[in-house]
């Protein structure tokens, strides 16, 4: 699988600006070939891989300072420019052949709460820029409590059969999956598991910002921002 981080990603970037302080860094490589978490040389896998479900995953962006603040300003205050162009960021990530888009969806609740979905958002603008079809094939069965104190393992006990999939609309082999932020993986997992069982055979997540537990470490020799 060949990704790559065009030029491009950093213009994207600079079109943020209007909604942050200051200049988006995106993530590149060396990384770890199946995650995309930064890494001293390039590795086929990590210890911070999301689960089996996942194929594969990118982020755009690691989630912190103007990055988070980006997210912030679509997630809470329902800026759409932002999901546009972030959605442009994931998009030149350059994302492995696909069928169609679908994306993590939000409990109904806080979806209401919200008075939309800012998955769906990022998923819809992608496709956009894809030319490809974007669906929803599964949905959430439960709401689940708050996850940034929670450890991987608790994430994980805590997502098990929070999604199904939808009867009457099986997925196409190949899916792009799409969420705002990447943690342990767990949340999307447990959507990815859904998605097999609706039919999906490979499922490559796709968020635009990652979550670190700790700072990754740049190439050797340098350090990263």
Known sequence: MDFSIPDRIRQIAGTLRPFVDEELV?????????????????VDRCRDCPPTPITSARSAFAYRGPARAAVHRLKFSGW??????LASALAALGPPPADAVTWVPLARRRRAERGFDQARVLAR???RE???PAAAFVRRTKATAPQARRTREERLESMADAFAYIPGKPAPARLLLVDDVLTTGATASACAGALLEAGAREIHLLTACRSFTDRPPGPRGSRRP
């Open 125 to 127: 603008a992608l496709a």
């Open 80 to 85: 759409r420019g932002v999901g546009e162009a």
């Open 26 to 42: 995106p993530l590149e490589p060396p990384w770890c070939g199946r995650c995309g978490r930064p890494s001293p040389i390039d």
């Open 130 to 132: 894809l030319d490809l």
